[in-house]
């Protein structure tokens, strides 16, 4: 390979092995790097002292001699090891298993050689860094005699594999599987806890966020995920050496402190998949080919040593630091407690197993607290509006939707899909309350302000991403209005304008001069619009998706901002004819049927439609469009419209009594709801109760409506975007049965 020239030497050896190996009836490839000792010997060591095996369980001559063999590779390649290049995986693994077996070997040379600016390389020369090299990297930092005085390069890698699993919670590059690398992290972050909780790391250069969100929320999801892909004979993936992986992921995993409620559970999964081992026992040495170089390859000895180490292995017994106990306090169990009786009377959840929800909500506590943190970034608080507890239940929505469904898709796209399913919540308040006061007699001014933003024809251009990673101008850490940096978690900006520049947003073209303008915070309407397009418009993920999706995004999302317009503007024309009603009432006069209103205006008021577009440039790979084809693209379309008509019929029957109090227009107070009812029962208790039965019933038409586009979408897209799209559907259904139970939106005072 790094030959200028032609070696017909090497070819000649190669030709000869092909064909000695040939006559001797061997057919396969070659091997891409050869010898493959210090590898196999320092993995099988290291896992099975891991797991609970003592030196003395094995013949000390043998131990002397590998102990020998790896120390004087060590020392002859001046402190790293590998074949033909040294590597990270290989120098960390040797020096961890010579310091398992009571040799201490300096790290210097290891650092020196692989660390780079975020994380740690596996040679030199890589593209892209690899997932279990930083594990094991991060384990042999770990097990050192001070490992304090490393402390800033175990942040490091902590932060660069919390980083991977929330962008990306698949699959290493060296490794077909993905429980290979939960298992790696699951030891890494384990042990990370643990001296972090003794306080044998230098605490003060540990950042909170790590400590108290990063870590928990990635060994959360790692179990919970663990636990929902075992197969129903024990296994994981039907295969032995995988089977492993995951029980030696579980061991360390059901020792945390704030999963008491699961071990039982928990350890009946060990069990199981040990069960299956024992039955498999004497197909130890014939290894499934996992592991990934030039070929996908196997190693019998590795695969018998992670069998014969699940085997061994056992939950840890011993007490965690008061520290670790502390990140998830006892009132939050009792909150977890509270909020899965509730959502245990809510479908889908109703039938799933208790410890199963459980689990759910506790990982759900670290995206809470970033959740509030970031609730400014967009738009401020509203003074009117009270009573979010819309706040409580978002990160359920998603995380426990998609437990439910064990559904593979990495936590950055659900966390920047709870923003939006924030956003959606406060500008539904935001327009009800300040822009009702701006605008309300020019709100076809706004309308046109809202086209102009949306198709980027505005005075000040069209939104474009500046080469300095920019937004408009805007700086990617801008202060939200409570000072937390907005982009919490992922960096994006807010998508305000800043008027470093000399800039002013853009206006509305017909403003009237001599009129005051209300202001949150001191940000216009105008400027609050922006902010929320250019959040949408501009964010990175969207900006990589290509221009056909980005055309449909900015088309949803213009459809969802001048449905809020047209709305108050019904909702100001049925305070007209229900001026004197007193009880549940009816608009005399709508604009339109109840069933255009609902497909359009009412549904596209529910951010359903944008929300959903917007989802589909989270999932895209790499850029790709979903819909390929026109075929797809109309099903697509459909199924949203159905699902987003859903949605609003849910969301009409859990606030009824709220609209009526509040006089805003609900899908009832149209006249196709008094069809067939006595003109006595229209505006009495009965005649509400149908009403609301009515209602249901259409909501159920759309469901089988959806059902049948969904089905046929199984046909049209792949495996994995269906998974996705069946999670976004559940989660928007999932909200449709919470409005049922409980109106969770937020109420908007006089």
């Not at 002859?76 to 960390?92: N, R």
């Not at 011993?318 to 899965?340: E, G, H, I, R, T």
């Not at 889908?348 to 459980?358: I, L, N, T």
Request: charged share 20%; with cysteine; proline share 5%.
């Amino acid at each position: 390979m790094n030959s200028s020239t032609w070696d017909l030497e090497a070819e000649a050896y190669l030709r000869s092995v092909c064909e000695v190996q040939s006559a001797n009836g061997h057919i396969g490839g070659f091997p891409s790097a050869f010898p493959s000792t210090i590898f196999e010997i320092s993995w099988v060591l290291d896992t099975l002292f891991e797991a609970g095996f003592d030196k003395e369980d094995f013949l000390l001559a043998d131990m002397r001699k590998l102990t020998v063999f790896l120390e004087s590779n060590l020392k002859a390649q001046k402190g790293i090891v590998g074949f033909p290049l040294p590597d990270a995986d290989d120098t960390a693994k040797t020096i961890s298993t010579l310091r398992l077996l009571g040799w201490d070997k300096d790290v210097a040379p290891m650092l020196k050689a692989f660390e780079a600016e975020k994380s740690f390389i596996t040679y030199r020369g890589e593209r892209n860094a690899s997932s279990s090299a930083n594990c094991n990297i991060l384990l042999c930092l770990l097990r050192v005699p001070e490992p304090a005085k490393y402390t800033m390069q175990i942040v490091k890698a902590v932060a660069f594999l919390s980083r991977f699993w929330m962008d990306n919670n698949g699959p290493d590059k060296w490794h077909t599987s993905v429980h290979y690398p939960m298992m790696l992290i699951a030891q890494a972050f384990m042990l990370f806890l643990k001296r972090w909780g003794k306080k044998e790391l230098d605490n003060d250069q540990i950042p909170k966020s790590l400590i108290s969100q990063d870590v928990p929320r990635t060994l959360l999801e790692i179990l919970a995920r663990t636990m929902a892909l075992q197969q129903a004979d024990g296994s994981w993936e039907s295969k032995r050496e995988v089977t492993a992986y995951a029980i030696l992921t579980l061991a360390p995993l059901l020792s945390l402190p704030w999963v008491d409620f699961l071990k039982p559970e928990g350890i009946a999964c060990m069990y199981r998949g040990k069960a299956y081992l024992e039955d498999n026992r004497n197909h130890w040495r014939d290894a499934e080919r996992l592991w990934i170089e030039k070929t996908v390859y196997s190693s019998s000895n590795l695969c018998q040593a992670y069998c014969l180490a699940a085997s061994k292995v056992v939950v840890p017994t011993a007490f965690m630091p008061q520290q670790v106990v502390d990140l998830f306090p006892a009132q939050l169990s009792k909150k977890v407690a509270k909020m899965s009786g509730f959502f245990s009377r809510v479908e889908p959840f109703s039938k799933a197993p208790q410890w199963k929800m459980q689990l759910s909500l506790l990982q759900c506590a670290p995206y809470a607290t970033a959740l509030k943190d970031a609730r400014y970034m967009v738009i401020p608080p509203v003074e009117n509006a009270s009573d979010e507890k819309y706040q409580e239940y978002i990160p359920f929505t998603w995380i426990g939707c998609r437990d439910f469904l064990s559904t593979a898709i990495p936590g950055e796209t659900l966390w920047q899909m709870m923003i939006v399913s924030m956003l959606g919540f406060q500008v539904d308040a935001y327009m009800e309350t300040v822009v009702w006061e701006q605008y309300r007699d020019r709100l076809p001014d706004l309308k046109a302000f809202i086209r102009r933003l949306c198709t980027g024809s505005g005075t000040t251009g069209p939104r474009k991403r500046k080469n300095n990673g920019e937004i408009g101008g805007t700086p990617k850490k801008l202060l939200g209005s409570n000072g937390v940096p907005n982009g919490v978690l992922n960096g994006t900006t807010n998508g305000s304008t800043t008027h470093a520049d000399g800039l002013e947003p853009d206006t509305l073209a017909e403003a009237e001069p001599d009129q005051p303008s209300i202001h949150t915070n001191g940000i216009s309407a105008e400027e609050m619009l922006t902010r929320t397009v250019n959040f949408v418009l501009e964010h990175p993920k969207v900006l990589r998706s290509p221009h056909t999706l980005q055309a449909w995004l900015a088309h949803e999302l213009q459809a969802y901002l001048l449905a809020h317009i047209t709305h108050l503007e019904d909702v100001a024309e049925l305070a007209r004819s229900s001026e004197n009603s007193k009880g549940p009432f009816t608009w005399d006069n709508p604009r339109t049927t109840f069933f255009d209103w609902v497909r359009t205006t009412s549904a596209e008021h529910t951010s359903c439609t944008y929300a959903f577009v917007f989802f589909l440039c989270l999932i895209s790979d790499n850029g790709a469009d979903i819909a390929g084809n026109v075929h797809q693209r109309y099903a697509l379309e459909d199924a949203c419209s159905h699902l987003a008509t859903m949605c609003r019929q849910y969301n009409d029957f859990g606030s009824m009594a709220r609209d009526q109090d509040e006089r805003n227009l609900n899908s009832v107070n149209f006249p196709e709801f008094n069809l067939g009812m006595p003109t006595s029962n229209i505006v009495d208790e009965a005649g509400y109760e149908q009403k609301k039965k009515d209602l249901l019933t259409v909501a159920q038409y759309e469901r089988r409506c959806l059902n049948r586009v969904v089905g046929e979408l199984e046909d049209l897209l792949d495996t994995q975007t269906m998974e996705r799209l069946r999670l976004f559907i559940q989660v928007t259904d999932f909200y449709g049965h919470i409005y049922v139970a409980r109106d969770i939106g937020v109420r908007v005072g006089a």
